[in-house]
DNA sequence: CTGAAAGCGCTTACAG
DNA sequence: CTGAAAGCGCTTACAG
């Protein structure tokens, strides 16, 4: 580190002084072209780049985004939910020359992990990606009044930025996509009630119903945490109940109800029907092919980190919210495609 | 950000100097134990955390670390791999209070980044996640001198520091295992030949048919790349010479692996053994459950992140090299367990 | 054990 | 359009 170039190096090599070469480092249009090119390839040449603690302290200016992401919703780490998103998050970061500090939100260090983001004085605003419905990074970054949004709506504080998908209407839409295709005893492996994506896709659950006249059986409607094995779980529990079709509220959860399903010798989708969300990459390739509500994670990544620019470009006094589409992908767990499809009621 | 608390409202509130304040901050054993208390008190009691950027100007240390991952080895997104690995070294910054920076090296920023990287005087060290055979991050790092690991050793670079397993022998061990099982053509669905993993599987493969005095036979060796899509395409081509037993060198490929299989109407174990590599969590609840070489991913990112912190406190002269052990996962595509299961030669 | 002062590498009014 | 100088918030010899 010791022998690095600093601008006074630049500024000499180019026969100017700092304050110009700051300049032309930070596109200051009041430099002459010459100048500027001058000190440009001298930059070049040398190899030079601003040291960003430096321009960190000058100007606070840092081109760095914090993305947090919570720990307890562990299925996002055994899923390809997570790396999806970041490849969103990094593909935008680099169109705008940022980079990305990454904090997994580990409840035991939590609270110095908040101070850390928060204090840091290093970092321009913050992505929290799924953030549990009491997460305390919220209200930190609140506080504190850092630019943020979040990947995933808030469920009380409905004034802030983030980008999510109608979760709600998603489920619905699949549920009576299922109750069209002649099901008549539709149940539901639900997301965690602490999540707000859990919240929303239980409640289109119940608005499908509700739109065919149908009282929620509690029977009927599971809880499972996003993972395989709460959906194994749930889908053995609802079984007691003979559903003819289960709404599954995550595909990792449905690969779990498909493993319950198989061990108890039910065929899909001609004893039981399945459809999950998220069509993540193994969807495709379940026996049989998962249909599944595809979310646009990837997608989710790049427009949070673009709202995420403006605000800190503009000003965090106009808070924006992006409503991403969402798409029934229907292959073969629905039972859309079998011969003996059941009559369209 | 105007009106962030510094070291001086620290300093009068305690009535000490702003050295003695800085003191306590970095631990220096030469203060007094009363002053220490009362300085942390009312850093404590007014919030205080003392910004990065300054820290990182003045003493060079900023506690920032450094993660790259090649974003040309897609399959690494489509597992749930990379999250994995991002835990442990979460977890290993946690417990030594450090944070970490995340690029993903998109070929086409590729240079601009490793420049960010490198320059930006902001990072410590920095780990290298699976990195191509020729990746130019690791050239840049070395030039520059830079602490930094790999997560997978280097094919030429041999003096690096890295954490790995040893692919070579899992893999020979995992074949021999078929062959004791009584599989006669023991084919592989290998990695990416730019991957020194890829590299090492394969050639694990190749010696556990020398042990046994078998010339390796090409039309049984397929080349995937490490993505289910590969697995499918490649085994599909291997099925023309009919194996009895595949090695496939990753869990992603081995999910390919058994779609192709499916497809042609091939029975898992009992017309084709599996196994497969990595123990991703899937890999547990397909159908048959595979059986596969277990890596402890979640480990490396751990113990990678020690290395380099060791390397960064006492000078990177010292390379360190860790091998973690891997363990066979015996499940259903081996054939093991099965009733009929042929006869150890 | 403590403080005054120089310095880390930039940025940014201010004056010209 | 350009430069001199103060300042960002810390750290660290140096002197006591």
Not at 174 to 184: C, E, I, P, T
């Given at each position: 580190?010791?022998?690095?170039?600093?601008?006074?190096e630049?500024a000499?090599?180019?026969?100017?002084?700092?304050?110009?070469?700051s300049?032309?480092?930070n596109?200051?249009?009041?430099?002459?072209?010459?100048?500027?090119?001058?000190v440009?390839?001298?930059?070049?040449k040398?190899?030079f780049?601003p040291?960003?603690?430096?321009?960190?302290?000058?100007?606070?200016?840092?081109?760095i985004?914090?993305?947090?992401?919570?720990?307890?919703?562990?299925?996002?780490?055994?899923?390809p939910?997570?790396?999806?998103?970041?490849?969103?998050?990094?593909?935008?970061?680099?169109?705008?020359?940022?980079?990305t500090?990454?904090?997994?939100?580990?409840?035991?260090?939590?609270r110095r992990?908040?101070?850390?983001?928060v204090?840091s004085?290093l970092?321009?605003?913050?992505?929290?990606?799924?953030?549990?419905?009491?997460?305390?990074v919220?209200?930190?970054l609140?506080?504190?009044?850092?630019?943020?949004?979040?990947?995933?709506?808030h469920?009380?504080?409905t004034n802030?930025?983030?980008?999510?998908?109608?979760?709600?209407?998603s489920a619905r839409?699949a549920?009576?996509?299922?109750?069209r295709l002649?099901?008549?005893?539709?149940?539901?492996?639900?997301?965690?009630?602490?999540m707000i994506?859990?919240?929303?896709?239980?409640?289109?659950?119940?608005?499908?119903?509700?739109t065919?006249?149908?009282?929620p059986d509690?029977?009927?409607?599971?809880?499972g945490?996003?993972?395989?094995?709460?959906?194994?779980?749930?889908?053995?529990r609802?079984?007691?109940?003979?559903?003819?079709?289960?709404?599954?509220?995550?595909?990792?959860m449905?690969l779990?109800?498909?493993?319950?399903?198989?061990?108890?010798?039910k065929r899909v989708?001609?004893?039981?029907?399945?459809?999950?969300f998220?069509?993540?990459?193994?969807?495709?390739?379940?026996e049989?092919?998962?249909?599944?509500?595809r979310?646009?994670?990837?997608?989710?990544?790049?427009?949070?980190?673009?709202?995420?620019?403006?605000l800190?470009?503009?000003?965090?006094?106009?808070?924006?919210?992006?409503?991403l589409?969402?798409?029934?992908?229907?292959?073969?767990?629905?039972?859309?495609h079998?011969?003996?499809?059941?009559?369209?009621?």
């Amino acid at each position: 580190m010791s022998n690095r170039l600093t601008i006074i190096e630049i500024a000499k090599h180019s026969g100017v002084s700092r304050s110009t070469v700051s300049r032309v480092i930070n596109d200051d249009p009041n430099v002459n072209t010459e100048t500027r090119e001058r000190v440009r390839a001298v930059m070049q040449k040398l190899n030079f780049h601003p040291n960003v603690a430096a321009r960190g302290l000058a100007a606070g200016k840092t081109r760095i985004l914090g993305l947090v992401i919570p720990m307890g919703v562990s299925a996002l780490f055994s899923d390809p939910y997570f790396p999806q998103l970041i490849q969103g998050i990094s593909a935008a970061c680099n169109q705008h020359n940022y980079s990305t500090m990454l904090w997994l939100a580990d409840p035991e260090y939590e609270r110095r992990m908040i101070q850390q983001i928060v204090s840091s004085g290093l970092i321009e605003g913050v992505i929290v990606a799924s953030a549990l419905n009491d997460d305390p990074v919220v209200e930190a970054l609140m506080q504190r009044q850092i630019p943020f949004v979040l990947v995933g709506r808030h469920p009380t504080h409905t004034n802030l930025a983030y980008v999510d998908v109608d979760n709600r209407v998603s489920a619905r839409d699949a549920v009576l996509y299922l109750m069209r295709l002649g099901y008549q005893r539709v149940a539901t492996i639900a997301g965690p009630h602490n999540m707000i994506a859990g919240v929303d896709r239980l409640n289109g659950y119940k608005d499908a119903l509700k739109t065919r006249g149908i009282a929620p059986d509690p029977n009927l409607i599971a809880e499972g945490d996003f993972s395989e094995g709460g959906g194994y779980q749930e889908m053995q529990r609802l079984l007691r109940h003979a559903p003819d079709a289960v709404f599954v509220a995550s595909d990792a959860m449905a690969l779990g109800a498909m493993r319950a399903l198989r061990e108890a010798g039910k065929r899909v989708p001609d004893d039981i029907a399945l459809v999950g969300f998220d069509d993540m990459p193994f969807a495709a390739h379940t026996e049989p092919p998962l249909t599944t509500v595809r979310q646009p994670i990837h997608r989710a990544g790049f427009v949070a980190t673009e709202t995420l620019l403006a605000l800190i470009a503009e000003g965090a006094n106009a808070p924006r919210r992006v409503i991403l589409p969402t798409e029934l992908v229907i292959r073969e767990t629905c039972g859309a495609h079998r011969a003996s499809a059941k009559p369209t009621v």
